[in-house]
Antibody
Framework: EVQLLESGGGLVQPGGSLRLSCAAS????????MSWIRQVPGKGLEWVSA????????YYADSVKGRFTISRDNSRNTVFLQMNNLRAEDTALYYC??????????????WGQGTLVTVSS | EVVLTQSPGTLSLSPGERATLSCRAS???????LAWYQQKPGQAPRLLIY???SRAAGIPDRFSGSASGTDFSLTIDRLEPEDFAVYFC????????FGQGTKVEIK
């Protein structure tokens, strides 16, 4: 069974940093694109970032470009999201999501349960 | 970038009725790369439909997807109590954007 377990969320002050982790199990991480998608509770879904199977390419939403960095460690079956210079508008539930393929086009076929990031003073 | 507009915002129906949800793209897009996700309160989204009309593993056949030009539809035949949820569409051809969601609620 595919499982994605996020961790690392919490309360942080504006301008602070957090590092999210996503531990994957039930499948081998390496062949697939992995993404982070966020959601303000009760609102819609916003794609944040993606990384291709061998970390050759990374992609970011304009809203986080230059502040967030996605990475992966295929040997540990883990994906990371380093979030710097956090803003109040980054407050959301962050989902780790598995892509259906190694490159585009791909849909999101498995989602973690999410980790909550709250940016507030 | 493609904008996906879902309608209606809320659909109020009774169990056993048919639900038809719409997702319209703002520009010409491939009719192949459309996915639908279901989200229940307190849960992560779950893939329902991919490639516009293919059901994901374990999804019952009362769920179906279709396309006509830039208009995509998700139909749920004979609503079951567990189908009342929020549904999001997503086009994954050249973008990663989602529609804003349609809530299917019990009338």
């Amino acid at each position: 069974e595919v499982q994605l377990l996020e961790s690392g969320g919490g309360l942080v002050q504006p301008g602070g940093s957090l590092r999210l982790s996503c531990a994957a199990s039930g499948f081998t991480l390496s062949p697939y694109v992995m993404s982070w998608i966020r959601q303000v509770p009760g609102k819609g879904l916003e794609w944040v970032s993606a990384i291709t199977h061998y970390s050759d390419d990374t992609y970011y939403a304009d809203s986080v470009k230059g502040r967030f960095t996605i990475s992966r460690d295929n040997s540990r079956n883990t994906v990371f999201l380093q979030m710097n210079n956090l803003r109040a508008e980054d407050t959301a539930l962050y989902y780790c999501v598995k892509g259906s393929a190694r490159t585009r086009p791909y849909y999101f076929d498995h989602w973690g349960q999410g980790t909550l990031v709250t940016v507030s003073s | 970038e493609v904008v996906l507009t879902q309608s209606p915002g809320t659909l109020s129906l009774s169990p056993g009725e048919r639900a038809t949800l719409s997702c319209r793209a703002s520009q010409s897009v491939s009719s192949t790369y459309l996915a639908w996700y279901q989200q229940k309160p307190g849960q992560a989204p779950r893939l329902l439909i991919y490639d516009t009309s293919s059901r994901a593993a374990g999804i019952p056949d009362r769920f179906s997807g279709s396309a006509s030009g830039t208009d995509f539809s998700l139909t749920i035949d004979r609503l079951e109590p567990e189908d009342f949820a929020v549904y999001f569409c997503q086009h994954y051809g050249d973008s990663r954007t989602f529609g804003q969601g349609t809530k299917v609620e019990i009338k």
